[in-house]
């Protein structure tokens, strides 16, 4: 794995989920009354609860003031909120498309050939610091940890057609699926909004 794809996800992290898996068909009132209380969404068989909504809004508040320096507005983090939401719901579809297709990617992984990568890029502690913006190592890993899983479910897709131009198009075609099959299993609260939510 090469820095430049870490730094693609460390940078990117907010804009590569904004179009993820949003919340399911129905009426809203149908998708509040599928959550659970204390929980702000629900995705295959897991629950999004409020306070891991409030901590990915809060890295992602991080990472915007990190970047430009000034105080958001209340239009500006109702908007990271929803895209807060988005990426909660991506992982968790991944995490469970992973899991039904027999695809494990160990944390142990993930942190090993970040650390061995991060050895070999980033020779001070400043020049580490710097990468990370206002990013923590735990919340790249967990970025890393899921684009081990996409690439992955790709192989496992393009291998199960037959590779090559084949297995190109089972992947593309999985890929506009995927988003769809998802947020059909999605329900949201009423009171929480992600791009596709009612």
Known sequence: MGMLRYRALALAAVSLSVAAIGCGGGDDETQAGDVPSGAVAVIGDAEI???ALDHQTAVLVRAQRTANGTALTAAQRK????????????????????????IEVSNADVRRDWQATARRQFKTKKAFRQFLGGQTVAEILAQLRLQ????????QVSKQA??????AKAVEKFQKNFQKRWQDKTSCSGDYAAPGCG
């Open 148 to 155: 081990d899983l996409s690439e992955r479910i790709a192989e």
């Open 79 to 102: 908007q990271i909120a929803s895209q807060a939401l988005a990426q909660l719901l991506q992982r968790e579809a991944l995490e469970q498309e992973a899991a039904e297709r027999g």
């Open 49 to 51: 609860s409020e306070s």
């Open 162 to 167: 037959g590779g090559g131009k084949d297995g």
